[in-house]
């Protein structure tokens, strides 16, 4: 999807990028040798980021988290993360971080995990109306309704720009989210020991996990 956002974003020639979560740098390789962006990238795993300084040594990447980047306030045009907030401890935090190092008018693109359903009616959910944080903590890690990554946008200072539902490419994310959590177990609730109060696999899949793309405009 990144093509997808580029188009919408136009990024003027030599616009300065960041990745955040970029793994081996293949996003900021892209980046740089098809639209001529000046893109560079950061990773909390040294071996993935060791791995793209094997593939391309002139790669610019970094070791950082996306709570806490290497950069004053305001150089850069546009943050690209790519299937990385919902494992952020604190995405709220990560969203203000990232709108303190755009430039005025910046641009934020994101593609996540979301839950299309509320908590409300899923069998096994209790008699709980809304995502719970205990439930967010313990079974789904993270991941947030689209409600709550619209809110927490508006929270950090973004406008948004455009929301795609892109669902069917899921497969895709899950295999990816796989290598980071071990299992799909652990990625859809498999985690007993963390007290998800029975909530098995079924109910999980009943909260229709989804998969979202994503531009916003830094506004303040």
Same mark, same amino acid.
């Given at each position: 999807?990144?093509?997808?956002?580029?188009?919408?974003?136009?990024?003027?020639?030599?616009?300065?990028?960041?990745?955040?979560?970029?793994?081996?740098?293949?996003?900021? #390789?892209? %980046?740089?040798?098809?639209?001529?962006?000046? =893109?560079?990238?950061?990773?909390?795993?040294?071996? /993935? $980021? @060791? &791995?793209?300084?094997?593939?391309?040594?002139?790669?610019?990447?970094a070791?950082?988290?996306?709570?806490?980047?290497?950069?004053?306030?305001?150089?850069?045009?546009?943050?690209?993360?790519?299937?990385?907030?919902?494992?952020?401890?604190?995405?709220?935090?990560?969203?203000?971080?990232?709108?303190?190092?755009?430039?005025?008018?910046?641009?934020?693109?994101?593609?996540?995990?979301?839950?299309?359903?509320?908590?409300?009616?899923?069998?096994?959910?209790?008699?709980?109306?809304?995502?719970? #944080?205990? %439930?967010?903590?313990?079974?789904?890690?993270? =991941?947030?309704?689209?409600?709550?990554?619209?809110? /927490? $946008? @508006? &929270?950090?200072?973004?406008?948004?720009?455009?929301?795609?539902?892109?669902?069917?490419l899921?497969?895709?994310?899950a295999?990816?989210l796989?290598?980071?959590?071990?299992?799909?177990?652990?990625?859809?609730?498999?985690?007993?020991?963390?007290?998800?109060?029975?909530?098995?696999?079924?109910?999980?899949?009943?909260?229709?996990?989804?998969y979202?793309?994503?531009?916003?405009?830094?506004?303040?």
């Amino acid at each position: 999807m990144t093509g997808r956002a580029m188009e919408f974003c136009q990024f003027p020639l030599r616009s300065r990028l960041l990745d955040v979560g970029c793994s081996s740098g293949v996003t900021v #390789e892209y %980046l740089r040798n098809h639209y001529q962006l000046d =893109a560079f990238g950061v990773d909390v795993s040294t071996r /993935l $980021l @060791g &791995e793209g300084k094997v593939r391309d040594a002139t790669l610019p990447l970094a070791h950082a988290s996306g709570e806490h980047l290497p950069f004053g306030n305001g150089p850069l045009d546009g943050i690209i993360c790519e299937c990385v907030l919902s494992l952020l401890p604190d995405p709220g935090l990560a969203l203000r971080e990232f709108n303190r190092v755009l430039g005025q008018n910046g641009k934020l693109i994101l593609s996540d995990i979301y839950l299309r359903r509320a908590w409300s009616g899923v069998q096994g959910a209790g008699e709980e109306e809304n995502l719970p #944080e205990r %439930l967010m903590d313990d079974c789904l890690k993270r =991941a947030l309704s689209a409600c709550s990554v619209k809110k /927490l $946008l @508006g &929270e950090a200072g973004f406008a948004l720009m455009l929301w795609e539902d892109h669902t069917p490419l899921l497969k895709e994310l899950a295999a990816r989210l796989v290598l980071a959590h071990g299992s799909m177990d652990a990625l859809w609730g498999g985690m007993k020991d963390g007290g998800c109060s029975g909530m098995g696999n079924s109910a999980i899949a009943a909260l229709k996990p989804g998969y979202y793309l994503l531009v916003a405009r830094k506004e303040f």
